[in-house]
């Protein structure tokens, strides 16, 4: 169900997606609110689940997940039991940061952390190959990273 945001909840969202852990009075005083009024908004955010929850950023080089890999996996079925063996087994792999069932040329679209070439070599065999229902497997290299957000825009007036 759609939830419908006026600006002061946009301007609370993007203040929290900056930095979430924040105290409540300066976000409060960020989106002019008074503080109470804020926690309320902010709760009910999280309990309709527009808020999912609050992470720690990692800088994937400061932990040896420096490379980052685009993996497009195209499989020999789509039978809905496959696409659900594929999708149990990738959720396995710890490095996959995200997976996507696409449409178009492939049939997912994955995201892996690794420390280098040879890392990705040893997660290509010891996962990738072994995924379910595997037909064909593309791996690119990210050279750099352009721009990556985690936070989610809101265009004004919407």
């Not at 419908?4 to 005083?29: F, K, P, S």
């Not at 496959?82 to 149990?88: G, I, N, Q, T, Y």
Request: include cysteine; charged fraction near 25%.
């Amino acid at each position: 169900m759609l939830v419908i945001l006026d600006a002061t909840d946009h301007a609370i969202l993007a203040a929290l997606q900056v930095d979430g852990r924040r105290t409540n009075a300066a976000l409060a005083e960020e989106v002019h609110l008074s503080p109470s009024a804020c926690l309320r908004r902010i709760r009910r955010l999280e309990d309709e689940g527009i808020i999912a929850g609050y992470v720690a950023l990692l800088d994937r080089g400061k932990v040896d997940r420096g490379t980052t890999v685009f993996v497009e996996i195209s499989l020999d079925s789509q039978q809905e039991e496959l696409l659900d063996r594929f999708e149990a087994a990738v959720r396995l792999v710890p490095e996959v940061m995200s997976c996507y069932l696409m449409a178009g040329n492939s049939d997912y679209l994955l995201k892996v952390a690794v420390a280098d070439v040879a890392d990705y070599e040893r997660i290509h065999r010891t996962y990738m190959a072994r995924l379910p229902g595997v037909a064909q497997l593309r791996s690119s290299f990210a050279l750099r990273t352009v721009t990556e957000s985690t936070a989610v825009g809101f265009a004004s007036g919407r």
